[in-house]
């Protein structure tokens, strides 16, 4: 195997480094805006594939895929975002004796359609919101959808997610401004101006399961975690495991998800999200079909490689272990991101004049940056992820509270002085908050605007 790391920052370092170690050739891609990064420094080689804009570089397929057999590479992997959930990218690839290291395209076309995904998750037994069997066609069919499932309600892209294309609606009078908002986030974010109704579970936790599936038979549950922690509904502070969650909940999430897996005849890995109420209740939101973001707090609960397992899969073996991973002690991650809380989470680019992560026992840092680096404009705000582990929660908390003030990031505004303050605020130490929390808290954190 040789490797197409199709993706930039802390996750295209990432794959880079298991693959590495695992003794497979990798190939960097960068836009002009990258070329100095520590992806491609870290590759055995790399390819430009065009300038900053994503749409004429890491999302433009046919230079994706043209450097790929310019270097011949056998696989390529897509980390996050971009192209990673692209069904026709997989086909593309397929198409020129290209593996991609994913689910299914047929899994992810379905996973990808929201209402598509509840369907099927219905299908497999999985608990979903009342709602809308699917995108309604007008205000007046989104009015009989929400009376029907309940005031409140959300109105959700049925092509998309992260926020976009989503507006809150607690009575019928505001479904049509609000539907039209919500229409118009969709068309420019997604392509599509689909819209559901879905009931609104107010003060809910976000808690989602890992897995991982060779497409063999073989599955693997690798724990849930904790990610209620979040800002216009992006995360930014995940745990695993999941504290305070009641064991019958956990037992039957965890089952639930590994007979849906074999269901959907899943590969690779993979985050079913669910919204869990205060007696336990759950019900699926969506399936990530990719490796996510926070998966190092999983990795370091479990002493799992998430992306060796996948490459594993990739090179037609079965997966190490199957069942439900063993999950020992507890661990934290906070999304180091370059903006500013006080200013509504204002992205901030620019030359980072110093950069010092913490280090010592039980921390792991994944970034791409270095003292001098330049954090563009163009892309995710994301520059470094800080995660701890420690034998119990507590511990963790009281680590990361140290970590984060061993860090030291000069240039750019950045989400550590928040962290911070969360780390000493009492619901948080107490692992009882829910989505709601950045709100609920806003007058006992200074950070925030």
């Given at each position: 195997?040789?490797l197409?790391?199709a993706?930039r920052g802390?996750?295209?370092v990432?794959v880079?480094?298991?693959?590495?170690?695992?003794?497979?050739?990798?190939?960097?891609i960068?836009?002009?805006a990258d070329a100095s990064?520590?992806?491609?420094?870290?590759?055995?080689?790399?390819?430009?594939?065009g300038?900053?804009?994503?749409g004429e570089?890491?999302?433009?397929?046919?230079?994706?895929?043209?450097?790929a057999?310019?270097?011949?590479?056998t696989?390529?992997?897509?980390?996050?975002g971009?192209l990673s959930?692209?069904?026709v990218?997989?086909e593309?690839c397929a198409a020129?004796d290209?593996?991609f290291v994913?689910?299914p395209p047929?899994?992810?076309?379905?996973m990808?359609?929201?209402?598509e995904?509840k369907?099927a998750?219905k299908?497999?037994g999985?608990?979903?919101?009342e709602?809308s069997?699917?995108p309604?066609?007008?205000v007046?069919?989104?009015i009989e959808?929400?009376?029907?499932a309940?005031f409140?309600v959300l109105?959700k892209?049925?092509?998309g997610?992260?926020?976009r294309?989503?507006?809150?609606v607690?009575?019928s009078?505001?479904?049509?401004?609000?539907?039209?908002?919500?229409?118009?986030e969709?068309i420019a974010?997604?392509?599509?101006?689909g819209?559901y109704?879905?009931?609104?579970l107010?003060?809910a936790?976000?808690?989602?399961?890992?897995v991982?599936?060779d497409g063999?038979?073989?599955?693997?549950?690798?724990?849930?975690?904790?990610?209620s922690?979040?800002?216009?509904h992006q995360k930014?502070?995940e745990e695993?495991?999941?504290?305070?969650?009641?064991?019958e909940?956990?037992?039957s999430?965890?089952?639930?998800?590994?007979?849906?897996?074999?269901?959907?005849g899943?590969r690779?890995?993979g985050t079913?999200e669910?919204?869990?109420?205060?007696?336990?209740?759950?019900f699926?939101l969506?399936?990530?079909a990719?490796?996510?973001?926070?998966?190092p707090v999983?990795?370091l609960?479990?002493?799992?490689?998430?992306?060796?397992?996948?490459?594993?899969?990739?090179d037609?073996?079965l997966l190490?272990?199957?069942g439900?991973?063993e999950v020992?002690?507890?661990?934290?991650?906070?999304?180091?991101?370059?903006e500013?809380?006080a200013?509504?989470?204002?992205?901030?680019?620019?030359?980072?004049?110093g950069?010092?992560?913490?280090?010592g026992?039980?921390?792991?840092v994944?970034?791409?940056?270095v003292?001098?680096a330049?954090?563009?404009?163009y892309y995710?705000?994301?520059?470094?992820k800080l995660?701890v582990?420690a034998?119990d929660?507590?511990?963790a908390?009281?680590?990361m509270?140290?970590?984060l003030?061993?860090?030291?990031?000069e240039g750019?505004?950045?989400?550590i002085p928040l962290?911070s303050?969360?780390?000493?605020?009492?619901r948080?130490?107490?692992?009882?908050?829910?989505?709601?929390?950045l709100?609920?808290?806003k007058a006992?954190l200074s950070t925030?605007?």
């Open positions: 195997m040789k197409l790391v993706n802390e996750i295209a990432r880079i480094r298991t693959a590495r170690e695992m003794g497979i050739p990798t190939v960097a960068y836009s002009t990064t520590l992806a491609v420094r870290l590759a055995d080689e790399a390819v430009c594939i300038p900053p804009s994503p570089s890491y999302l433009k397929m046919t230079n994706v895929i043209g450097a057999e310019i270097t011949g590479c696989a390529v992997h897509p980390g996050y971009f959930e692209n069904p990218f997989a593309e020129n290209i593996y994913g689910p047929d899994v992810m076309r379905r990808g359609d929201k209402v995904a369907r998750a299908e497999a999985l608990p979903v919101l709602g069997d699917g309604v066609e007008d007046e069919a989104a959808a929400a009376e029907r309940g409140p109105l892209a049925a092509a997610g992260g926020g294309g989503m507006r809150r607690d009575h009078d505001e479904l049509a401004d609000a539907f039209g908002v919500a229409q118009q969709a974010s997604f392509g599509d101006g819209i109704v879905e009931r609104l107010e003060g936790r976000h808690i989602e399961v890992q991982m599936a063999l038979g073989g599955v693997l549950i690798a724990g849930d975690r904790e990610c922690i979040q800002r216009r930014l502070i695993a495991p999941a504290p305070n969650l009641p064991d909940t956990r037992e999430m965890h089952a639930a998800c590994a007979a849906a897996c074999i269901a959907w899943y690779s890995a079913l669910f919204l869990v109420d205060d007696v336990g209740n759950f699926f969506e399936l990530n990719r490796l996510q973001v926070e998966h999983t990795e609960v479990t002493g799992l490689d998430l992306v060796e397992e996948q490459l594993r899969i990739a037609g073996k190490s272990t199957t439900r991973a020992r002690g507890a661990a934290i991650e906070c999304r180091v991101n370059a500013d809380p200013f509504g989470f204002r992205p901030a680019a620019g030359r980072l004049e950069f010092v992560m913490a280090q026992p039980g921390i792991r994944d970034t791409y940056c003292p001098g330049t954090v563009p404009p995710d705000s994301l520059i470094a995660c582990w034998p929660r507590d511990k908390v009281n680590r509270a140290r970590a003030e061993e860090s030291m990031v750019v505004a950045t989400t962290f303050e969360i780390m000493r605020e009492t948080f130490r107490e692992g009882r908050y829910t989505t709601a929390y709100e609920d808290a006992d925030l605007g």
